[in-house]
C-alpha cells in the first residue's frame, strides 16, 4: 500500500499556483480561438469549439508539466475538450 503524501505549505502554494495558471489560460486560449475561428465559421460554433481546444491544450500542457488536475488526473486531454465543447454547446442551445 502506498504512502499518502503529506501536503507542505509549499505543495499547496504550487497547487494553487497551477490553478490559477490553468484557469487563465483556459480563458485566454478561448477568447483568442473564438476571435480566429470567428472569421471562419458561425459564432455558435466557434465558440464550442474554442472552448473544447482551450481546455484540451491546457490540460496537456499541465500533464506534460507534471501538474494534472487534481480530479481529473486520469482523464485523457481530447476527451476533456470534447466534453467541455459539447457542454458549451448543448448549453449555448439550451439557452436561446
Do not use: N, Q
Not at 480566429?36 to 481546455?55: K, T, W
Amino acid at each position: 500500500m502506498a504512502r499518502k503524501k503529506r501536503l507542505t505549505p509549499g505543495s499547496i502554494a504550487l497547487r494553487v499556483f497551477f490553478f490559477v495558471a490553468g484557469s487563465l489560460m483556459v480563458g485566454w486560449l478561448t477568447v483568442f480561438l473564438d476571435a480566429e475561428l470567428g472569421v471562419y465559421m458561425p459564432r455558435h460554433f466557434a465558440v464550442s469549439i474554442a472552448v473544447g481546444a482551450a481546455v484540451a491544450i491546457t490540460f496537456w500542457l499541465l500533464r506534460l508539466l507534471k501538474h494534472p488536475p487534481m480530479f481529473l488526473k486520469d482523464v485523457h486531454p481530447l476527451a476533456a475538450g470534447l466534453c467541455a465543447g459539447m457542454g458549451v454547446h448543448i448549453a449555448r442551445l439550451w439557452l436561446r
